[in-house]
């Protein structure tokens, strides 16, 4: 993400088959979850995914940073996201 390759241990912390899947991180000071969601629609599945993190103990620093570049990575985020989908998307298809 935004050019840097790091690796994260992420698990399966909640999954309702067939309906979605919650996926959890915990890096740099955070609690990182994403929840995956399907749903049928027309003959097909319509795919979501949620996310969202919550800092423990943010310094002043760590607020700052966050009020400056907040924008920055909301946005780094979203892009990320959207392509995960999109592979996702290119896999389910080819099958």
Do not use: C, N
Not at 45 to 71: C, E, N, Q, W, Y
């Amino acid at each position: 993400m935004m050019g840097k390759s790091e690796t994260v241990e992420m698990w399966v912390a909640e999954a309702e088959p067939p309906r979605s899947t919650t996926v959890r991180a915990v890096q740099g000071g955070a609690d990182y979850s994403t929840l995956f969601t399907l749903a049928p629609r027309d003959g097909g599945t319509d795919l979501s995914v949620t996310f969202g993190g919550k800092m423990h103990k943010p310094t002043a620093a760590t607020r700052i940073m966050m009020a400056v570049f907040g924008k920055v990575a909301m946005a780094a985020t979203r892009k990320a996201l959207r392509k995960d989908l999109a592979d996702i998307t290119a896999k389910a298809e080819s099958i």
